[in-house]
């Protein structure tokens, strides 16, 4: 099965800073790479997401960019803000032997954003 | 619209209960999914329903049973709690097509098994 791995567990930057996490799957045949924003206490929700057509999404002030060929995805966030202080998990579509797929997440990147 | 609801969002269970988790959703979704989240583990599938009827087993199904019996709802049983379900459940729904792995999740469901 698919495996997905996420570094770092914990990030901390200043507010103006740039952050970045990145991930890494194993299955070659995963074609969707979504990211999941969850603050304390709540649920998670999508932020971004790409498809493995694209090398590169962005929608303001984050990013995504992935590497096939490597199966290595990873996040961007600029100018980061306090508000964007979350757990960030990645994730990558998986395909069961039923045919239909599910997304496999990584372990997730507590990010902390100071003033 | 709700979106996904779960129910209940707190439970403690000693061990050897029972118990059933519900999750309802109102946007028609044909895929449902329930999830359950332990520090530093990320998000592992528990079971998933293609479809009213359906049920299919995820990464970690032991211990858990799970109905579909009406497309909108999707429930997580327990037969024998153990301490190891100690966990925060998410269900989760999702479209068919280029929406299939789109999830939206519900608020979460607390459970603790003493």
């Known amino acids: 099965g698919e495996n997905v791995e996420q570094h770092p567990s914990t990030l901390s930057v200043q507010e103006g800073d740039s952050a970045v996490i990145k991930c890494t799957y194993s299955d070659s045949a995963s074609n969707y790479f979504p990211w999941y924003k969850q603050e304390l206490g709540k649920r998670p929700q999508l932020i971004i997401d790409?498809?493995?057509?694209?090398g590169e999404k962005k929608d303001q002030r984050i990013a995504v960019t992935l590497n096939k060929t490597a199966k290595h995805f990873s996040l961007h966030i600029t100018e980061t803000q306090p508000e964007d202080s979350a757990v960030y998990f990645c994730a990558a579509s998986t395909h069961s032997d039923s045919g239909y797929s599910t997304l496999t997440f990584g372990k997730g990147t507590m990010l902390l954003v100071s003033p | 619209n709700a979106g996904v609801t779960q129910t209940p969002k707190f439970r403690v269970l000693k061990t050897g209960q029972s118990m059933t988790l519900l999750c309802a959703q109102d946007m028609n979704h044909e895929y449902m999914y329930w999830y359950r989240q332990d520090p530093g583990m990320g998000l592992r599938l528990i079971h998933y329903s293609v479809g009213e009827g359906t049920t299919a087993k995820g990464e970690v199904p032991d211990g858990y049973n799970v109905s579909r019996l009406k497309k909108q709802n999707f429930l997580l049983g327990l037969e024998s709690a153990a301490p190891s379900q100690t966990s925060v459940y998410f269900c989760?729904?999702?479209?068919?097509?280029?929406?299939?792995?789109?999830?939206?999740f519900g608020a979460g469901s607390r459970l603790t098994v003493l």
């Open positions: 989760a729904s999702s479209s068919t097509g280029v929406g299939a792995n789109v999830l939206t």
């Open positions: 790409i498809r493995s057509n694209v």
